[in-house]
């Protein structure tokens, strides 16, 4: 595994942000309420089906040597992932797009702030999930295929795209700038590549521990998703938007895992 092919994994989910942050600058009007429930449920399937087919299945697969006991470093690494983001969420002050309540610590922050560290505070557990998986194909696991790195690299980067466009046409809409919104949004998304890359790093030192790693990245980014992006996609009426485009995202997911893995 060479060290450009790991990079390229890396900025892929970068590149998807920063893309649909552009959309600031070619569409005129907010994003309808119906729009958003249906990309944060896209967004969901996209994030549950890579949490189950690329790295808890292979945190368990890693484990089978403990016979019946296989799922213990899956199970361990989950909570410890769903813990750490539970921390990150209490620490970091932060505001979701649609809320007027600030969630973390009281601060002085800007709601334009509050509103990118929302954003930024979801797409760590991306970067890691990212970072972990080409951790693993770098070390050589025989249970990750560089197509099964390169399938979750794509999926996380094509659920960015509608969350880029979910952080910047909000700021256009509040009266900033439309370049303003455009490197708001890209920079929300910069994390990505910095924790996945660290991620990198450090699980490649402890290869015996990549079950751990893999499922630590699921349990951060099924927080996420539970805490998130469902009361996003199923607030309001007509929630059945968010459920099918959380079909899609999620079945969109499941076939790139098996086509490329």
């Excluded at 890691?128 to 998986?133: K, L, N, R």
């Excluded at 660290?198 to 699980?203: G, Q």
């Amino acid at each position: 595994m060479d060290t450009n092919t790991i990079l390229i994994g890396l900025i892929l989910p970068f590149i998807g942000t920063a893309a649909g942050s552009g959309c600031v600058f070619f569409l005129r009007d907010q994003l309808k309420r119906g729009v958003q429930r249906a990309l944060s449920g896209f967004a969901a399937g996209v994030m549950v089906a890579a949490s189950v087919w690329s790295l808890i299945i292979p945190a368990i697969e890693q484990s089978e040597d403990m016979g019946k006991f296989a799922f213990l470093p899956a199970f361990i690494g989950f909570w410890v992932g769903i813990l750490f983001l539970l921390m990150l969420d209490h620490v970091i002050p932060h505001l979701h797009i649609g809320s007027t309540k600030a969630e973390g610590p009281h601060s002085h922050l800007t709601r334009m702030v509050m509103l990118v560290l929302a954003v930024t505070l979801h797409n760590i557990p991306e970067g890691m999930a990212v970072g972990v998986v080409y951790a693993g194909l770098a070390g050589g696991s025989d249970k990750i295929t560089a197509g099964a790195a390169l399938a979750l690299a794509l999926g996380i980067a094509i659920q960015n795209f509608p969350e880029g466009a979910i952080i910047s046409m909000p700021l256009y809409a509040e009266g900033k700038s439309k370049a303003k919104s455009f490197w708001l949004g890209v920079l929300s998304g910069a994390v990505e590549p910095v924790f996945g890359g660290l991620t990198v790093i450090v699980a490649g030192l402890v290869v015996p521990a990549m079950p751990y790693f893999l499922s630590f990245a699921a349990g951060a980014m099924l927080y996420v998703v539970v805490e998130e992006l469902i009361p996003e996609m199923a607030a309001g009426e007509h929630s059945d938007i968010g459920v099918i485009a959380f079909a899609i995202g999620f079945s969109l997911m499941m076939a790139l895992d098996v086509a490329l893995g």
